[in-house]
């Protein structure tokens, strides 16, 4: 009697676990706390100072066309999201943009019956080269550090070779519109440009995708890659997936590339370590398992702003592989232990004193004191 | 809570502390590298004050100032045989017969003009070995790397049975001693394009160079703007002496006429092109445009274009894209000249070298820009030629013309 009253009475008393934890405002607050929320509100603040140092960018035609010419490096920094999240790198990124720029400019070319050929040709071979990056990554266990970088340099040498290293010429303006055209005679902001709207499909699908068991169980990859295993998922089709992602948006960042700017070799060089600050400074952690992907694509956009933030108070652009040098050292340094404190108190460093308190007082006689080398015995 | 406080503070003060860092390094940017005064010694005794800047050598500017309007020797028609009269070498001891090997150690073919003139001066070897005067060109592509260069000069001297060196330096002191090693063999040596510090090279060809280009093209943009209008100087790469010296002439100038130009380096890259000028835009108004090579010239326009402003007033070069874009518009243009049939004349001189004929020991070449009054006629004579072809290539009498041109 006694025990059956006591698992009734038990069961109705533990509350479902809600969905969500407090109200929407308050959810939001403790979001931006997280370095992963931080960065919107960074955007925020670098957005102020660019309008109070420049009053011209009060504009909102200038806002929008801003907006526009970050869309690629939002892209690619989204990329390069999946591939850090699961706990990889991807360096190839530049020079497959690199490549994807030269291959429109002399596949496409001036034939506008090409663009849509074009399109898919270049789809494909950036999936492929996730692929290959990926499958070499995962299956020959070659850190993905090193297949990215040799990726990097077969491509550029590819490049290379093909142009000799000059521009050739742009492909047809109907191509290029995708890259430097938009939607006109808007009110207010007189133009959406094309590579906004893309850049709002991107992000649309990638937040859907996260929130799918692909995404959960990318970044559970990052977190945790043994339980990962043990867990019986299939990690090598995971991973190899967040490589052709990267590959792919690093092309979609290639297609609006050409049409913003043009054909050139150069184009997109330095793209994968742009892609790898934006995403650390949306409080991304290297090594994986933490970090949303929206935040990547906002560090994108802070980086870009504080790039511009800098050229409007006169520092010249020769600083700016310092600066992203710095921004990578600090948002990785302080994120990381940011999210650490956000963390559960490890075992090690129990909060509850009593134990280590009890450990130096009385030493165990089988266990070494502290210096010594060896116990007791 | 008290980890959500802790959490943003990281994190917003990881910005802060980057902001304050380069708010810090601003200020030092103002300052001019003087640290340069030793590497070019000649240049800080020759130069009226030490301000000027690491590259800026008043004697050498004087001498291009003039050479603008000096009278050239040689037939109008053929300006890559034509030279300012001055020393000449006595080449009677190479007088021989027979078809000769050359040796071309050539800096790199990475941009258009480079790719061009390679072209060109592929061409004029094919006519030289038609008539047996060179049996064949061994080429060596250093890519841009001076060790690289090196190593080719050094192969070509031990190894490359060559009877006359070819060489386009990388870089003006590295390149140095391997072309005294190259004079030390005792055969004809002809250096082209970018200078070296030594006079052992039988003769020297280059047009008449950056500081020409510089004074053309800042004495345009003055004569076509006011006073305190904003130039955007656009520059590929800091360190060459080609594209400094150009920079270096243009800055005086525009100094001296109260021309407000800021300068960025961009790497030829048209995304960071656009974005410079979008950014300048912003900023305000852009009244002109400078470039020290034409290459991105277009994105520098489309720039304009995006945002929805009046051209400015422009000078790229002799790049076909730019010529086109130039006449589309129809902005107040000006394409300087940087002679790109400077690439026949070194197998040109070959071929005086061992016919015994005197060559100049510096042979300058012409280098006049074209002017918007010229541009129709130089869009005409290259129809048909890719974005990347310079008008002043001076190649339609060789064989393969226009197909060797057009098929890149």
Known sequence: MSTTSITTTETPARPALPVHEGSLGSRIASGMATPGGAVFVLV???????MVSNPNFTDPGALIRFAGRTAPIAIAAMGQYYVIVSGEFDLSMGAVIAAQVVLAGNFIGQDEGRIIPGLLLMLAVGALIGIVNGLVTTLLKVPSFIV???????????VRYITGGAASGNPVDAFRDIGRGGIEDVPVVDIIPFPLIILAVVAVLSVWLMRRPFGRTLIAAGDNPQSMHYSGAPLWSYKTRAFVLSSLSAT??????????????????????????????????LGGGRGWVLSAAAGAFALELLFTLLTSLGVTSTWRDTVQGLIIIAAVALSARAWQVGRRPRRTTSSDPSPSTDNTATPSPNQPSTGATTGDN | MRRTIRGTLASTSAALVVLAVLAGCSTDVEEPADSAAESTSESTEEADSGDEGEWFVQADYDEQDEQRSATFEG???????QYIDGEMTDTSEYNSGGAKKVCFANASVSNPWRQTGFITMNQQLEALQDKGVISEMEVRDAQDDDNTQLADIDYFISEGNCDAFVISPNSTAAMTPGVERACETGKPVIVFDR???????????????????????????VDNLEEGDKVVALRILPGVDVLETRWAAAEKIFEENGIEAEDFFTGADPTEIKKIITDALNQGEVAGVWMDAGDGAVAAIEAFEDAGVDYPVMTGEDEMSFLRKWEETGLNGLAPVYSNFQWRTPLLAVEKIFAGEEVPKEWVLPQTPITEDERAEYLEANEGMPDGHYAKFGGEDLPGFPEAWQDR
């Open chain 1, 44 to 50: 925020g603040v670098l957005l102020v100072a660019i």
């Open chain 1, 148 to 158: 990215t970088l040799g990726m990097m340099l077969a491509l550029s040498g590819l």
């Open chain 1, 252 to 285: 979609v960042a290639g297609i609006l590339l050409v049409g913003y700017a043009g054909v050139h070799p150069s184009v997109g060089a330095g793209y994968e370590f742009t892609a790898i600050t934006a995403v650390v400074l949306g409080g991304v952690v």
């Open chain 2, 75 to 81: 037939p109008e028609s053929e300006p890559w045989l």
């Open chain 2, 195 to 221: 200078g070296v510090e030594t006079d052992c090279a039988t003769t020297f060809i280059h047009p008449i160079g950056g500081y020409a280009w510089g004074i053309d093209t800042a004495e345009f943009l």
